[in-house]
């Protein structure tokens, strides 16, 4: 969720909590000391909300300023982070423990790429979710499909990536050794005359 997506829904949240109390923005207005006009432009959303016209609604309503800010509680079991993009693939984190096992939804574009085989310490798991999806291991090379899986000890030269056909989108599962950089398991073509 975004910054914006969130100051979007201050509004109607500010409006639903003052009608739940049936408290008029009059009222309000005087509990507060915000012009009755500021207080309706911000629950039209024609006012940006900040902290200096939050804190004395929150206070005036009795509730904690991130009910008006919706933010999730701190129980939440929802994992709630941004996609991040290396090398063209979106990696969505499905998990939120550095240095604990690592799940992640990835999208692969449609692409042709000369498979890079790399190594490290651990063990990964994949699983794909439609598409499908090239891995080398070792002296493998195979494809998968939707709804099947692979896992492997990560020593053995391994790359993965879409077929060239579409894209693919997998689930991609690792320990914490995972974490660790990636060593080129061949040393990479050099131009001749180098």
Not at 16 to 45: P, Q, Y
Not at 66 to 76: F, H, S, T
Not at 98 to 123: N, S, W
Not at 161 to 178: A, D, N, R
């Amino acid at each position: 969720m975004t910054t914006d997506d969130v100051l979007a829904g201050v509004g109607p949240r500010l409006r639903r909590i003052r009608k739940e109390r049936e408290v008029t923005l009059a009222a309000l207005s005087e509990k507060t000391g915000i012009s009755v006009s500021t207080l309706s432009r911000l629950e039209s959303g024609l006012r940006k909300p900040s902290l200096e016209l939050l804190l004395p609604i929150a206070q005036a309503h009795r509730v904690p300023l991130d009910e008006l800010v919706g933010a999730p509680p701190v129980d939440d079991p929802r994992v709630r982070a941004e996609p991040i993009v290396r090398g063209g693939r979106t990696h969505w984190p499905l998990t939120r423990q550095p240095g604990g096992l690592q799940a992640f939804k990835v999208l692969e574009p449609r692409r042709r790429q000369e498979p890079d085989p790399r190594t490290h310490e651990g063990y990964e798991w994949l699983y794909v979710l439609s598409g499908r999806l090239r891995i080398v291991l070792g002296e493998h090379d195979v494809v998968l499909s939707a709804g099947e899986a692979a896992e492997f000890d990560t020593r053995v030269p391994h790359w993965f990536g879409s077929t060239g056909e579409g894209p693919v989108e997998f689930l991609s599962l690792f320990g914490p050794q995972g974490e660790r950089m990636h060593v080129r398991a061949r040393p990479s073509r050099r131009a001749k005359g180098d």
